[in-house]
């Protein structure tokens, strides 16, 4: 059974650090890639990125690109979410996605990671 | 960041068919195939309609998708209390490579 499970819940001060996880199992972690999605409370969802865990080629969206990095461990078959200095408004649930044996679309979900900035 | 706009709102009672429209460009849903998700709250997406008007299997068959040019619709039909979610529509936009775009998403509120 394919399998995302993502780290808990964080509470952190603006200006911290934080790296959050995304742990695929049930499949070979290394053939499909990993999205992140974001969510802010009360809104809609946002693409952030994609990283394909083989070669740790990373894409990012525009609106994400500089202010996060995506990375893969695959050793250990992890994606990873991770802020250099949180700001408030990174408070939001985020959630890591893959595809489908055969397509190109988030399919399968982790269960969230709920961050929350606050000072 | 939303490219693909959807209204904001939609309701019906039990047993009615409710529409939800999706608007988009040419570089997402003119050029590739939309995606429906439903999102219950406190949960994760779910994914409801992939390739435009295919249902995984164990989506009810009262939900069905189409599209035309630049836009989308999901049907909801013989509306259920239990469907009273939001849902998103979504579609890869060819104007940056991997850059999956959603929808401001609708809440269906069952009268």
């Known amino acids: 059974e394919v399998q995302l499970v993502q780290s808990g819940a964080e509470v952190k001060k603006p200006g911290e650090s934080l790296k959050i996880s995304c742990k695929g199992s049930g499949y070979s972690f290394t053939s499909y890639w990993i999205g992140w999605v974001r969510q802010m409370p009360g809104k809609g969802l946002e693409w952030m990125g994609i990283?394909?865990?083989?070669?740790?080629?990373?894409r990012y969206s525009p609106s994400f690109q500089g202010q996060v990095t995506i990375s893969a461990d695959k050793s250990i078959s992890t994606a990873y979410l991770q802020w250099s200095s949180l700001k408030a408004s990174d408070t939001a649930m985020y959630y890591c996605?893959?595809?489908?044996?055969?397509?190109?679309?988030?399919?399968?979900w982790g269960q969230g990671t709920l961050v929350t900035v606050s000072s | 960041q939303s490219v693909l706009t959807q209204p904001p709102s939609a309701s019906g009672t039990p047993g009615q068919r409710v529409t939800i429209s999706c608007s988009g460009s040419?570089?997402?849903?003119?050029?590739?195939?939309v995606y429906w998700y439903q999102q219950l709250p406190g949960t994760a997406p779910k994914l409801l309609i992939y390739?435009?008007?295919q249902r995984p299997s164990g989506v009810p068959d009262r939900f069905s998708g189409s599209k035309s040019g630049t836009s989308a619709s999901l049907a909801i039909s013989g509306l259920r209390s239990e469907d009273e979610a939001d849902y998103y529509c979504?579609?890869?936009?060819?104007?940056?490579?991997?850059?999956?775009?959603f929808g401001t998403g609708t809440k269906v509120t069952v009268l």
């Open positions: 990283i394909y865990p083989g070669d740790s080629d990373t």
């Open positions: 996605a893959r595809p489908p044996d055969s397509g190109y679309y988030p399919v399968y």
């Open positions: 040419s570089s997402n849903i003119g050029s590739n195939y």
């Open positions: 390739r435009n008007n």
């Open positions: 979504a579609a890869w936009d060819d104007s940056l490579s991997d850059l999956y775009v």
